[in-house]
């Protein structure tokens, strides 16, 4: 059975960093894509970032340059650490594997729970 477990929510205030962890049980990280997706209060989920297989990574617009997604294949745990923290990124998060086009459509694969991230200007 697939767990994909997410981690390293909270509070902070803008300019601020946060390291997001997800850790997978019954599944291979580094075995196909996997995504962080966020999903804030009134508005549709959006991709974040992902990773594939190879290692290639792949972001949103508006966290290029702040946000830095990787895995630890030895942890079998995928990271997203935030920089530069904004208000607009306070959203439920969410870590994803398996997803259609390199994990940039969200359509099926294997989800997590989510974690609150809440950034105060």
């Known amino acids: 059975q697939v767990q994909l477990v997410e981690s390293g929510g909270g509070s902070v205030q803008a300019g601020g960093s946060l390291r997001l962890s997800c850790a997978a049980s019954g599944y291979t990280i580094s075995r196909n894509c996997m995504g962080w997706f966020r999903q804030a209060p009134g508005k549709g989920r959006e991709r974040v970032a992902s990773?594939?297989?190879?290692?290639?990574?792949n972001y949103a617009n508006s966290v290029k340059g702040r946000f830095t997604i990787s895995q630890d294949s030895a942890k079998n745990t995928l990271y997203l650490q935030m920089n530069r923290l904004k208000p607009e990124d306070t959203a439920m998060y969410y870590c994803a594997a398996e997803l259609p086009l390199s994990c940039t459509v969200i359509v099926g694969g294997f989800w997590g729970q989510g974690t609150l991230v809440t950034v105060s200007s």
């Open positions: 990773i594939d297989s190879e290692g290639n990574t």
